[in-house]
Each structure stands twice: as C-alpha cells, then as structure tokens.
C-alpha cells in the first residue's frame, strides 16, 4: 500500500494553506497583558489578606503609602487618649499652610480653616455631620506618619480622589505624629498622591462618610 497515493487519491477540499509571517516585533505587546493581570491578582491577593488578621500578621509586617508608615505587631505599645486637636503645633495661616504643602487641599468651611504646623504637617480639626475630624496633610518627602495596628483593626484598600488609599478601622491603633509621644486613633482614611499625603481621623467617622469628605476637599485658593 502505498499512502501517499492514497492520500492523493481523496476527494478531499482542503483548506488553503494560510500564510505563515513572523511576528517578532508585536512580542513585546502581547507579553504586557500577562503581566498586568499578574500585577492585578497580586494586589487582589494583598488586599484579601490586610482584611484578614491573621494573614496581615504571617504575610506584612508594614506598608508605605506616600509619607505614612503602616506597621502590623502583635501587640501595640503604650499609647495615651488625646483631643484630635493635642499637639498638633501653633496656629498656621493658610499661605503658610500652602507654602509648606504645595498641594493643600482645604475642607468645605464657611471660613478660612483655622489651619495647625508641627513640623511639615499641616492640620485643621474641624466639625463633619456633627462630629470632630482631623485633616493632617504633608509633602511626602518631608516627614512620616507612623501607624502601629494590632489585634482586630482592620486595613482596607480604597480608592480615594482617583487614587489608592486605606481606611482601618476596627480596635483603636496607635498612631504617632511628628515631635508628639503615640496616641491612640480611631477611624482613618490615608491617601497618597506623588507628591503629597493626606489623612483624616474621627472617633466615630464611618467609611462612606470619610470618602464623600475626602472628595469634598478642595484646591487652596
């Protein structure tokens, strides 16, 4: 039997063979896509595990966003309970307020806010539905927050003014301002852009309070 002939002897309609080019060049496009997905599960995974505290424990041991420093212990140092206002440096006009932070957002006052300096932190406690909040803002090259989170706080990615950003919440954490000793805090909203870096605190601030807030924010004149 020969079966090259038999093959050829078929009456067969077979597709017309496609034209076959190399594509060397479109490589480095298509591997984009397999990296962006991978970039995407990773911070998927991150952010189911900060909601778990367990996880947060075995897996981070402290995040940075912008110019705040999140670190995750078993168990949190010694801490007083502070006014929002305690420490937070001599009273502050706004020009000055701009001039040490560029990108100085202002809350929806019917006045000037009545803005605080310690160091490179700027900060103005003012009333939200009723209730005392803290904005604190800093040029993210020019200092630190520190957070220390233990127990059942909680750490929750969001997204803030377009941006990434975390609101814990949960068990009061400690929180340490510049030139300050630690304080305990309650709820916070932390956000970051390139070159600044924003935080607002209340006892009682609930998370869709605390983003509506945050988008109310505007420009320094």
């Known amino acids: ?16 063979t496609p034209e076959l080019r190399l594509a060397l060049a479109a490589r480095p496009r298509r591997r984009r896509r397999p990296l962006l997905a991978a970039l995407a599960l990773a911070l998927a995974a991150l952010a189911a595990a900060l909601a778990v505290p367990q996880s947060r424990g075995a897996i981070l041991r402290f995040l940075h966003l912008g110019g705040e420093t999140i670190r995750f212990v078993e168990t949190l140092p010694p801490a007083e309970t502070r006014p929002l206002a305690a420490g937070l440096g ?38 939200a539905h009723g209730r005392p909040v803290l904005l604190s803002e800093l040029t993210s090259t020019q200092g630190v927050f520190l957070k220390k989170l ?22 009061p954490h400690v929180f340490f301002f510049p030139r300050e000793p630690a304080r305990l805090a309650g ?10 870096t924003y935080r607002l605190e209340g006892p009682r601030l609930r998370r869709d309070d605390a983003l509506a807030l945050a988008r109310s924010l505007r420009p320094a004149p």
């Open 187 to 196: 709820n916070t909203l932390v956000w970051a852009t390139e070159s600044t």
């Open 90 to 127: 001599p009273r502050s006009s706004q020009a000055e307020a701009r001039a040490l932070v560029p990108a100085l957002l202002v809350p929806p006052l019917a006045g000037p806010p009545p803005w605080q300096r310690s160091g490179s932190v700027v900060s103005v406690v003012f009333l």
């Open 150 to 171: 233990a127990g059942t706080a909680n750490a929750e990615w969001v997204t803030v003014r377009g941006t990434s950003g975390l609101w814990l919440t949960g068990a």
């Open 1 to 16: 039997m020969n079966l090259e002939r038999e093959l050829r002897a078929l009456d067969v309609e077979w597709p017309p």
